[in-house]
């Protein structure tokens, strides 16, 4: 069966320092990933997708990089964080380009 | 461009009462139609999809949704609720052909005991 784990679980960072949130997925080959990003109380803004290893693309950056080193690992970074970058940020892999399946989340907390 | 709207915020019902949350959507092409649901502090788990057929689609936990094209809707119903389906719900809206997907601002549904 496949599973998706997320890591750190939660992070309280301060502004200006970097961020890196790591995913990966188990039990599924060539995966599409995703990343998105959950304003407390929000809905799910899209942020990245990537379809294969090396290859990412971008919906809306929010001053976000993310990078998919391996077929199964998706990183979301950032050298300076805003106070404007907490919230809820969620993974995601699909086979089908269509049906999504999420993984626990990491909290983010900007002070 | 495409977009989704959930027009309640929040929806209160009594355990046992039917619900409906209303979802609308707006895309040119032929959608793929989705309900998620979030509980406190986790992420997102699939109820049900619509890709084509049956207009009426079943999902887990007794909910389900109906596609009215000429209305761009796609409401999820369930006909008798439980306490433990206290939760925020997400309509979301994708296609065959693009790897991007449009949430709704969500209903959180709160049951009453």
Known sequence: AQTI?????AEIKAVGSPLSLGCTIKGKSSPNLYWYWQATG???????YSITVGQVESVVQLNLS???PKDDQFILSTEKLLLSHSGFYLCAWSLDLVEQYFGPGTRLTVL | AQSVTQPDARVTVSEG???QLRCKYSYSGTPYLFWYVQYPRQGLQLLLKYY????VVQGVNGFEAEFIKSN?????????VHWSD???YFCAVSSSNTNKVVFGTGTRLQVLP
């Not at chain 1, 784990?5 to 679980?9: F, S």
């Not at chain 1, 929000?42 to 990245?48: A, S, V």
């Not at chain 2, 761009?72 to 008798?80: D, Q």
Request: no cysteine; glycine share 6%.
């Open chain 1, 5 to 9: 784990h997320q890591w750190p679980v």
């Open chain 1, 42 to 48: 929000g809905t799910l803004q899209q942020l990245f």
């Open chain 1, 66 to 68: 993310a990078s998919r």
């Open chain 2, 17 to 19: 009462a039917s619900l």
């Open chain 2, 52 to 55: 084509s057929g049956d207009p």
């Open chain 2, 72 to 80: 761009s809707s796609f409401h999820l119903r369930k006909a008798s």
């Open chain 2, 86 to 88: 206290s939760a925020v």
